[in-house]
């Protein structure tokens, strides 16, 4: 072998793998070049969710979810809308697949049916009740804790405020906001993984965490929207707009969509290069 050209295990030589790695640079500053050239053409504006198509982005997403038969629906029925029965749930859906939580809320509400129940189940019981919800340990405990809490600040009632709700064991914002919406009508906005992925694949909002995606939606979203862009959201997150392979050919809202933009008509991103190269219209 001639000198200097050492081969690496994948059979490339160390010469060729540079050259590589200079070429996909090189490649990446073209792709940011035209975007950029693209951007300053007059008139060209990003396709993205506005606050102006809220409105129709809104109706199609509910008439999909009356059309599809997503997990999160068949949640909802279970919890009903009682305050307690809302907040177990939720509690016990983090993590979990709604699939899961069904079957795991539906067993233990045969048990437990008020806060005060608890007192009267051992941890192990509670932990076996609720196998195999994600982290079930923890949550175990929390539920183990609840009447406790409830009894020493609020009288054994579950609270209807934001800060109430985060007062109780293992319970945050995203928990508190569904219970609030759920079980008390009251206006929040449920910013869980689908609600956070799918406002900024869409390009309504550009948050880099779900409590920064909330504070936004609460600054573009019509208040009358706030109650069900969770439950829409999940909905249209289970069936359509996956995480992992969204199915953007068939998507209902995808002329509004910044995925569509980064897909279609612009040139394109390193990180992008598998989903397809975008062409300047």
Known sequence: M?????????????????ARGSRKSEIGDLRAIGNSLLRAVPGYHPAAVKPKDIPAV???LDRERSRRHAPVARLAEARDEEPF??????MLSARTRDETTIVVAERLFNVVRKPADFRSLSLKKIEKLIFPIGFYHTKARHLRRLPLVLDKLFRGR?????????????VGRKVASLVLTDAFDKPAICVD??????????????????????????KTLPQRYWKTWNFLLVSFGQTVCTPLRPHCKSCPIRRF?????NRESVVGSEGERNEGRRQPR
Do not use: Q, W, Y
């Open 2 to 18: 001639a000198c200097g050209l050492v081969r690496t295990h994948h059979g490339n030589t160390e010469r060729e793998n540079e």
């Open 58 to 60: 809104h109706r199609i």
């Open 85 to 90: 029965r809302v907040l177990v749930t939720t």
């Open 158 to 170: 579950i609270p209807d405020t934001m800060e109430g709700l985060c007062e109780l064991p293992g």
């Open 193 to 218: 993984a689908h609600v956070h992925r799918i406002s900024n694949r869409a390009g309504l909002v550009k948050t880099s965490n779900p409590f920064e995606t909330e504070m936004a939606l609460r």
């Open 257 to 261: 969509c910044d995925r569509r933009l």
